[in-house]
């Protein structure tokens, strides 16, 4: 199947894929984006860093190295279109590339994904390398959700369908059939924390260990692209949100420390359920 390129971003996702690619009998080829991947990670591996926005060089490397298939993984932050770092080989996609960024995020990666097949390149999803990532159907952990736990649970699945058309975050808070708090560009670790100051200051009433952290891909999304993620800084968060506890779409969010997440939810008192679509 020759070898695997792996754009990575930040955290702890590229190296699971990259050692499920390894397990599996495939060699791979990381691409480490300057200011988000974690240097000490991607060292042991085959690797070139690479800038955001030099699509001349990142071509010019998968192919040397043979990568036909390229996974995208890891956390990047949208770049100001001025901090781009083009190349001759981007240079010609200036025009599409500033129309990618007159939309959500969602729109700006499945465009980035065309780019890439344009020129050749086969995109896989990290789930697909790495399946062990997505989260699975059922409660995970010692904690029991309760009925209105679940209630409140498809409530936030039904909100993040309806906004998915305007291309807003994966993740919701909700306490009973009330949304507390939606996620944008801040994403889900600063949502949570807004939700704890709120919390606080009186202007979230719920009693404490209520409200539910829902998890979910957009509607038609590229799943390839972007998968929504759950962590244990995730959990810490919830928990100092006053959270009962997380419910994500089985099969449809991905997570690096299944076995640390679960623990810190246990210590902490709340509850981690995948749930059907």
Same mark, same amino acid.
């Given at each position: ?5 792996i ?13 499920? $690619?390894?397990? $599996? ?16 990670a ?65 729109h ?21 390398i ?135 939810a246990?210590?902490?008192g ?8």
């Amino acid at each position: 199947m020759g070898t695997l390129g792996i754009i990575c971003g930040g955290g702890a996702f590229p190296i699971v894929v990259a050692e499920a $690619a390894l397990k $599996a009998g495939r060699k791979v080829f990381l691409l480490p984006i300057y200011g988000f991947a974690e240097a000490a990670a991607v060292e042991r591996y085959p690797h070139e860093w690479i800038h955001i926005g030099a699509f001349g060089k990142l071509s010019g490397v998968l192919r040397r190295n043979g990568c036909r298939q390229v996974v995208f993984v890891g956390t990047v932050l949208r770049p100001r279109i001025s901090r781009l770092r083009v190349d001759w080989g981007s240079l010609k996609l200036l025009p599409r590339v500033l129309g990618m960024f007159r939309g959500g995020d969602d729109h700006l990666l499945t465009s980035v994904g065309r780019i890439f097949e344009e020129h050749g390149f086969e995109l896989v999803g990290a789930h697909q390398i790495a399946p062990d990532i997505l989260v699975p159907p059922g409660v995970l952990g010692a904690h029991q959700p309760r009925e209105e736990d679940i209630d409140a649970a498809h409530f936030g699945q039904e909100v993040v369908r309806a906004l998915g058309p305007f291309d807003i975050g994966q993740g919701v808070v909700v306490g009973g059939r009330r949304i507390l708090a939606v996620e944008a560009a801040e994403g889900t670790d600063l949502m949570l924390e807004r939700c704890r100051d709120l919390r606080a200051n009186g202007r979230i009433k719920l009693g404490h260990k209520s409200g539910v952290l829902v998890k979910a891909p957009k509607p038609g999304q590229d799943r390839r692209l972007d998968l929504p993620s759950i962590g244990p800084r995730t959990i810490e968060l919830a928990a100092e949100a006053g959270l009962a506890g997380v419910a994500v779409e089985a099969g449809g969010v991905i997570a690096a420390n299944i076995e640390d997440i679960v623990r810190i939810a246990d210590e902490t008192g709340l509850f981690i359920v995948g749930l059907d679509r």
